[in-house]
Each structure stands twice: as C-alpha cells, then as structure tokens.
C-alpha cells in the first residue's frame, strides 16, 4: 500500500503520496505561517490531507523527516535550530493528529534512504551520501540499513574537525569542516573578502551587492583568477574532498552519492571532491567504488521519509 | 552449543572452543613451520582437535579471524600480506578439513566482535573500536551488526590521509595516519631520531641499540623532554586523536573502546586520543558516549571468531 512522505522544513511542510517503488502519486505543500508545534502539525495535516485526496488511495503509514536531532525511535524533535524547537514530541502529535502511524527521522536520513531506495543508490547494500548545502551533512547506510548512531546523531561530517582550534563553526565549536566547507560559511567567508575590497571581480559579480552572494559567486570569482576568492574556493573544496574520500577509506561503500545545493550547482567544488576520492582514497577502498551525483533532487527527502513510513 | 574460533596469524595459529556466552572453555596453538595453504590449514586443524579435545564437547561451527581482505561472506582471504597469500579459499579448504560450516572473517572484525558481545562493548548497539598497534585499525558496529563494507576493507582509519602528499605508508600511498602513528612507523622514526645522533636521551635509553627502540621507547623520550622525540610522539598521538574524535562525530557510537598494543602499552599515547575525543567530538556525539579500553586482550579475536562461527 503507498505510504504518506512528510518533509518538514524551516519554512514549509511537504507532503507526498508514494507507491511501494518510490514513485510520487501526487504532492502538496503548506507555508508555515506559525511555528508553534500545534500549527506546524496542522499545516502538515493539510498538506496530508490534500496530497491523499489528490492521489485518491488509502495510505498505510507516515514518514516525516525533519532538520534536527532525533535520538533513535523516540518520535522526538529533541533540537531543531529551524523552528526553534527543544523536546517536541512531534511524531506522537502527528500520529494522534492523522490516524496513522508516524516514523520521524532526521531530515538527511530521509532523503538518503530515498537515493538508496529509488534514486543513485539502487541496488547497492553500502552508500555513503555527502549532502553539501547551506550546512555539511552526511548519511551512512551499511548493511542495507540507516546507521543512525547511539543518540540519533550520526552523520555530522560538518563537524569533523579539519583544523583543530580553527575558525569558529555554527555549532559553536572550533574547527569544524562546515566552518570553511559549509555553504552558510562560504557565503560569509566571500562576503568578507567583498568587504575588505580586495577583490575587484568580486565587486564586479555583484556591483558592491553583499546579499547577492552565493557559492557559485565564489566559484565565478576564483575561475576569474581572484586571489582571494582561490584562497577560500580552494580550501573549501580540498578539505572537503579529503574528509570524504577519508570516509569513503573507513566505511568501504559500494557507492558516494553526492547531493546538496553547493555540490549540484559549483562543478568546480564537486571536481575537489571527485579528484580527492579518486586519489585519496585508499586503493583497497576505492575498488569497485561508483560515484555518482543524486538523481531524486528536492524530492529525495519526501520519497524517503514515506518509504520509511 | 559451544563454536570453534580460529585466530590465525603470521607465526601462529591459535584455536579455542568457546561457549555462547563467549567464555573461552579450552585452548590450543600451533606454530605455522611452513606457509603454504595446505599447510597452515593442517596446522589449524591440529590447534581445533587439540581444542576440542581439551574441552571435550561438540562444536556447531567455526569462525576464522585472519589478518587480511576479505570480499562479503566469499570465505576468500584476497590479499594477506602476513602470510603472503592472494585469492586463496580458506573458509572452504577449512570446511572440508574440519567438516564443520566455517565463517572467515577479518582479524580486526573478529576482535571487535569479541569486544562487542564479551567484552567492552557489551551492552551497546553501536560501537567503534579502534585498534592501534603496528598499524591502525578499527572496526564499526551499527545496529547491532559488523560494519564490513562492499568489498569487506571497511575500517582502515589509517589510510585515512591526514597530510595529503605527505610521508610514504607502507601500503605506497602518501600521507596516511599509519604512516605517522602506527607502531612500525613510530619505530621507523623514532630509529631514525636514534641514528641522526641528535638525542642524546635515546642514546641513553637504548644503550644506542636501534633493535631496542619500541613505541614506548619513544614515549618515554618524549617524557624526558626529548625535543625530537616529543615532536614526533605529539603529531603521532594529536593526529590519531583527530581522526578518532572525527569518527565519533560521524558514527555517534555509544562506546569508543580502544584497543592494540600501541594506545595499550603507551599510556601517553592514549592520553592524546582521550583529550581530544573529550575537546573534539561534536557537542551532540559526545553526550553520552562512553569511552573504555579494550578488556579480552589477546583473546577477543579468538573469541569473536567463535561467536561469528
């Protein structure tokens, strides 16, 4: 029978109707206008409701797959710095709320489990998936299962620590790969250098704009030949190259999936990538490894969740 | 019923008959005079019939840990540098030999297994294990379940590059964390201190003979205040206690058990990986994680072999 897929972002609730393989039978989507865990759950409840009506099936289960920590099968938003939630029990109201029984999973877990299950990952039992956005995140699936750790944490390649005692990070912490790799950081890190005025094809790119600044602007600005713009390009994509060919060595998947916004949309990022699993990796690991670049996009994470669900 | 483990190594074949709650009931060794597979499965079978003997009761099944690449469940030791061997068919030669079903696992995965179920890991679902001796090893448990990767290599944490186009490993690729804080490099740069003639405390602690040197020679070098053997024996001990606190940030294990004769004889050493799994693990992987130091010693392979058997 389908199953209901919930991706649960800052600003709106998804809702999809999904068959047995994968495939989207219809989808809606609600803004969330009010972040109190009662309204959230109603906009979710209505984009449930119509993407159900739309698809005009009976759905067996629910998935819902949210940015936060979620310890192991608790039901539990224990942190989710989008909302601003601490403790929510957000499974068990959603259950209450749509008759259904309700999985709740981390929202990169989710759309790993829907690469594995019908997009890059077909077919193999290991995946290692590298989801490089406005954050670093990752998800391991081993033995044809989500590893998702002791407190439901795991994956957080962003906080590896790539120079101990580093630039300060998001999380608070000293260090960490996402303070230098992260997307949120490289805007940050470009916006300086526009500030500093050093980089005149900076200035160029975005007529003196700071708000238009994106990854692929630095990408743009060091192809140029910007030598700050290098700098920071250069580092970003070498530390995250290593980190990841260095996972690729420790956990032997039979693919690396690569996804998120930064990755799909700055080739030149992805090339550090590629070019660090290729050489760094080590040989024994890198035998009969496939990479290969998400396929599912934004829809990844709805599809997951309700093949969770 | 009680299970055959097999622990075989590069001079040595050891076998035990262990009993399902990993209680070791009898034991028995045999040195490998020759090295061709004929031969050391007849001294494997020796060691078993002398074990059974021992403990006079049947056996269900065998498991075998040997140092080695293993592909999945092929019972095809691919590649053992110990023994010189490539694609040979342990598991079935075993099987035939013994008749009894034979499971061939890594030696690595053996002892992490024996750790988990008897020992440091009891109790917990999720844990990694990190085994540094002559080289560095490590082995994941999630979900309850051996971690070995698509091609049955995972866990090599140190061919993990730490300085990308750095010192040569013994396996031929440059920069690994073995090649800087695994006991055969420690050695190997802790001789070349002795021969450089520049300490004057190694001088001393060896009587000048580089035969002598170990890991904790070099340990407590460093301790007398040693300016090369402090440098090496820091980035050895700070670069292995980044790499272990990085995949404590990834896996989000309920215990890190630490083990091998390296982090067990060199309590210096060890101290490095504490400190910094305590100051480098993400805030959220960190809550309630346990860290502990291997307990079954020499014998968790041997036992883990019997319980995979």
Redesign the interface.
Known sequence: MPTLGIDLGGTNARAAVVDERGQILAAAKMALTERSPAAVVESIAQAAAEAVALAGVKVAGCGVGAAG?IPGDSGVLA?APNLGWRNVPLGGLLRERLGLPVRLVNDLAAAAWGEFNAGAGRG???VYVSFVGSGVG?C?I??G?L???????????G???VI?GGRRCG???L??LEAYSGGHNLIALTQELLASGRSSVLNELTAGVAERITPLTLERAAEAGDPGAVEIHARAG?MLG?AI???V??????RLILGGGVLMNCPGLRRYVVE?VQ??T????R???LIAEAELGDDSGLIGAALLG
Chains 1, 2 share one sequence.
Do not use: F, Y
């Open positions: 920590q942190v193999a039992q290991d990752s391991i081993a033995n299962q590893v998702r750790g002791a407190g439901g944490v795991a994956g957080e390649l906080h590896t620590k101990p999380c608070g912490e260090g960490c070498k290593t060919a260095n996972m060595t420790v956990l032997n998947p039979a660090a050489s760094q080590s040989n024994t690991a035998e009969g490894l």
